[in-house]
């Protein structure tokens, strides 16, 4: 939990708080909303859920789902190795994001 938090947290744009249970972080992705890559617009959490898997190859759940639009669920029910490469590749892609 810990290691996915600060993984998180050095990914400009991106605010995760503390986790209350189980095996997901819920990070603030507010400020992704409204961007582009010049193919793909983001407007809610349904549209980066979807980016991510086609860009990064990242599965993540979007916080509308939860009433939460500016947010997605990540797990971290995995391996340390397959958390750094995950995050690596969202960090990537969401690089690739302009205003």
């Not at 209350?20 to 793909?40: C, M």
Request: aromatic share 10%.
């Amino acid at each position: 939990c810990q290691v996915m938090m600060d993984r998180l947290s050095r990914i400009e744009g991106i605010t995760c708080p503390k986790p209350q249970g189980a095996f997901y972080v819920f990070p603030d992705i507010s400020s992704f909303l409204g961007t582009s890559d010049g193919d793909w617009s983001i407007r809610n959490s349904v549209d980066l859920a979807k980016y991510l898997l086609e860009k990064a190859e990242v599965a993540t759940v979007p916080g509308s789902a939860f009433g939460a639009d500016n947010h997605l669920r990540l797990s971290y029910a995995t391996s340390l190795d397959q958390i750094y490469e995950g995050l690596d590749r969202i960090k990537e892609a969401l690089g690739n994001l302009k205003g």
